[in-house]
């Protein structure tokens, strides 16, 4: 009875004040909180319908190469995803730890701003030639390493990768950087709009130096 009398309660509670806010993220929901640096942060919609983006994610053309235009799926096997995706995944799986959100970005990046409850390992680490770091990666990612000094993904965890947007390639040079260690494709998922997408959608960002992965 206590049980249940306390989901009761959770959803209400969750509910609660769903009905007064004007820019939804959907048609039922409003917000969803998520601990990022041990702070409860609530993901939602800037209510301002008047707001535009002002800073460089206004930019519609960048020199390619590099930025160039990715392909929907940085490599086959990988599902690529979107907004309400990217949100529960933080919903479900970053807030039970079961999935990892990572900003791939450069850490001068991450520090600007990022999504609420990412952390940030760099594209650039998983090319690197120090074993230690790449065991510390893998070790943090959920991997094992055996006896033989390989890695066992069985109990790795799920994780959805991303940058800054349509034409950047640093998740999915992270994603194919840990695919070719054996990171299991189905664990891994790509949101390829990312921190453009984001922001064109008015969602919550947070700017911190806490959670890198160096």
């Known amino acids: ?37 041990g702070q409860i942060v609530q993901i939602k919609r800037i209510q301002d319908t008047s707001n535009r983006l002002t800073d460089d994610f206004v930019k519609t053309s960048r020199i390619c190469p590099p930025f160039c235009i990715q392909p929907i799926t940085p490599i086959k096997g990988v599902k690529t995803v979107a907004e309400l995706e990217v949100i529960n995944f933080i919903k479900n799986k970053v807030s039970t730890h079961k999935g990892i959100l ?77 695919i070719k260690e054996g990171y299991p494709k189905n664990k891994i998922y790509y949101y390829r709009s ?3 997408g984001w922001k064109l959608l008015g969602l919550t960002t947070v700017v911190h130096k806490a959670n890198e992965v160096k």
Do not use: H
């Open 1 to 37: 009875m206590r049980k249940k009398l306390f989901f009761i309660l959770a959803a209400a509670l969750f509910l609660y004040g769903q009905e007064d806010v004007l820019v939804k993220i959907t048609k039922n929901i409003s917000y969803v909180n998520i601990k990022d640096s």
């Open 102 to 178: 990572v900003d791939a970005r450069l850490p001068e990046f991450y520090r600007t701003e990022t999504i609420p409850g990412a952390v940030n390992i760099p594209f650039t680490v998983v090319k690197t030639k120090s074993q230690k770091i790449k065991d510390e990666l893998f070790k943090a990612l959920g991997a094992k390493i055996t006896a033989e000094g390989k890695y066992d993904f069985s109990n790795a965890k799920e994780i959805l990768a991303f940058c800054n947007g349509l034409w950047c390639g640093q998740s999915p040079a992270f994603i194919r950087g840990i």
């Open 194 to 196: 990312g921190m453009q």
